[in-house]
């Protein structure tokens, strides 16, 4: 999966980045390699949980079958 990221360094010289696809999904780092190491981290927690929720909603819908596809 490719996901767009927008990294911007900082006045203190450290650098934010973020991915827009994913609302809320930001992180930072001292030099560009640790956001953008940092960010890659934050996108797997990310898809992670957001997984985890919708396996919860399927169990309340027992008319739903899952199946995992890679992506």
Do not use: F
Request: aromatic content about 2%; hydrophobic content about 40%; overall charge negative.
């Amino acid at each position: 999966m490719k996901l767009e990221i927008v990294l911007e360094p900082e006045d203190d010289g450290t650098y934010s980045v973020h991915c827009p696809a994913l609302k809320g999904c930001h992180s930072q780092g001292e030099t560009r390699e640790d956001a953008l190491i940092n960010i890659q981290e934050a996108i797997q927690l990310y898809l992670e949980v957001a997984n985890e929720k919708a396996r919860e909603i399927i169990v309340h819908h027992p008319k739903s079958i899952a199946i995992e596809m890679a992506v």
